[in-house]
């Protein structure tokens, strides 16, 4: 079970170094020659080690005044017992449970939960995680020790959250200016591999603490669209979510959100999502109260190694291959079903995790410089990027308009009953395409079966053309034949989400 916790503790890492023992020496020349090579061999391969800091207590002294504490209260009506440990549709639902007290809730009963914050700003701009104050009526805050900064609790108001990629920013009103910390590049010298981190909060509500640990691994996708984690071996415990990750010159690299745990403690696996990521979605709340994400306006999926044969051009797995293209900024750009994005902005795109994430944190209304494999060629386009919170549930509605085309032809190819679409089929498997052939059947021993192909799946194109008949998807095979390819691609469709997959041509 993975659950989500607050924090990041560490236990101290120990870094053994080998020694190299002489050999045992024989005699005459063989034993000097095996000897001066041993030396070589040494001399060339040193061994690295990297000595633990001696102290963190100058670091903890200079950044712990920024380190807040957040308690919130909520007024539980209408519920008796335990509740869902995450908010219904949450993204990381599947993941973690909240980690409110185990108080029991009843009706009208006053409930409290404590997590951990850091200070951004002199003015008082405070980042958290959304799960600490979601649902929240009132949220204090609780300034750990430290000169000029306020000796009381100063209740907070909300700004802003994201429940996409789990933050939420605050704001407290204060006489003076707060001392405040300021975020570092995730992504920089100083949050590699192996590099020392310390982090601060209230772990289980004992008190301001202070733990140190090394990022274990970079790039964690867990379940949410944004997801760039930095993977740390610092114990996280209840809290403690919301708190920074420092890196060793006192810079936050990361907000500490959730473990991987099989009992609730840590074991030494937790996650902090990435500075990174975290700076524009906190510029975008404080300037917006809102997040205002890119939006480029296609289905994308990952290109895989079984689809290099079927699509002219491409000699790798890599890039995100469009499989659909509503009315938006891609459509006016020019771009099409089949293309495969291998370039956005300048940088190569390696999967659709990546692209949706640059995507996501390009600013609206810019113009950005696409390059896409279509047919063979690079071909290069420029899309103004829309607003994805606006956009998306308009351009892919869940419910389309159907339209029912007429009589039916039907053949067994490729390990796959086909048939155009008729009324009854479309009432049966739900159809909400105009055209394509229906998969009535299908060879449980086939390719097709082994890719995931179902009776009910809708395919749309073959060889990236589109197809209305047997016939069609009869001279596509042919086509592709003839052009001495061993695999056809073929655009499927199921309850209106489309995929491509890459089907044998061995007869």
Do not use: C
């Not at 200070?119 to 000169?147: K, L, Q, R």
């Amino acid at each position: 079970m993975i659950e989500r916790e607050f924090l990041v503790t560490s236990k101290a890492i120990a870094h053994p170094q080998g020694q190299i023992a002489p050999r045992q020496i024989v005699k005459g020349l063989v034993t000097a020659l095996a000897l001066a090579g041993a030396v070589a061999i040494a001399q060339a391969s040193p061994v690295f080690a990297q000595e633990r800091p001696a102290t963190f207590a100058d670091l903890a002294e200079t950044i712990s005044p920024s380190v807040v504490n957040i308690t919130t209260s909520t007024v539980i009506a209408g519920r008796t017992g335990p509740q869902g440990v995450v908010p219904e549709g949450s993204p990381f639902e599947d993941f973690f449970n909240d980690l409110e007290n185990d108080n029991e809730r009843s009706e009208g009963r006053r409930s409290s939960a404590l997590g951990s914050g850091f200070v951004i700003s002199a003015d008082g701009y405070i980042v958290t995680n959304n799960h600490v104050i979601e649902g929240a009526d009132e949220i204090e805050i609780e300034f750990f020790p430290g000169d000029g900064q306020p000796n009381k609790q100063l209740v907070a108001t909300l700004v802003g959250t994201d429940p996409n990629t789990d933050i939420a920013v605050l704001k407290v009103e204060y006489e003076s200016d707060l001392k405040f910390v300021e975020f570092g590049d995730s992504n920089a010298v100083g949050s590699r591999v192996g590099d020392w981190v310390i982090a601060m909060g209230n772990p289980l509500g004992q008190g301001f603490s202070v733990s140190a640990g090394i990022v274990s691994a970079r790039n964690r996708a867990l379940q949410g669209t944004y997801d760039d984690y930095i993977q740390t071996d610092a114990a996280i415990n209840r809290g403690n979510s919301g708190g920074p990750l420092f890196n060793m010159d006192g810079n936050v690299i990361g907000v500490n959100t959730a473990i991987l745990s099989p009992n609730g403690g840590s074991i030494g696996i937790g996650f902090a999502m990435s500075s990174d990521v975290v700076t524009n979605v906190v510029e975008q709340l404080i300037e917006f109260g809102e997040t205002r994400r890119g939006w480029l306006g296609v289905r994308i999926q990952d290109v895989t190694p079984d689809m290099i044969d079927a699509i002219d051009g491409l000699t790798e797995a890599r890039g995100a291959l469009v499989t659909d293209v509503p009315a938006g900024p891609a459509e006016d750009a020019g771009m099409v079903s089949g293309d495969v994005i291998t370039l956005f902005d300048g940088i190569a795109i390696e999967n659709t995790r990546e692209l949706v994430r640059i995507v996501g944190n390009s600013p609206v209304g810019k113009e950005v410089p696409v390059t896409v494999l279509r047919n063979g060629d690079n071909e290069d386009l420029t899309v103004i990027l829309g607003r994805r919170e606006t956009s998306e549930a308009v351009a892919f509605p869940e419910d389309e308009d159907v339209q029912e085309p007429e009589a039916p032809e039907e053949k067994s190819i490729l390990g796959l009953s086909l048939s155009e679409i008729t009324p009854v089929l479309t009432e049966q498997y739900s159809i909400t395409a105009e055209a394509g052939l229906v998969i009535t059947g299908i060879d449980s021993e086939s390719e097709a079966a082994s890719k995931g192909l179902v009776e009910g799946d809708l395919i749309t194109e073959a060889g990236q053309q589109k197809i209305t008949s047997v016939a069609d998807f009869e001279d596509r095979i042919t086509e592709a034949r003839d052009a001495g390819r061993k695999s056809l691609l073929l655009l499927v469709r199921r309850g209106g989400d489309p995929r491509f997959v890459a089907l044998s041509l061995a007869e």
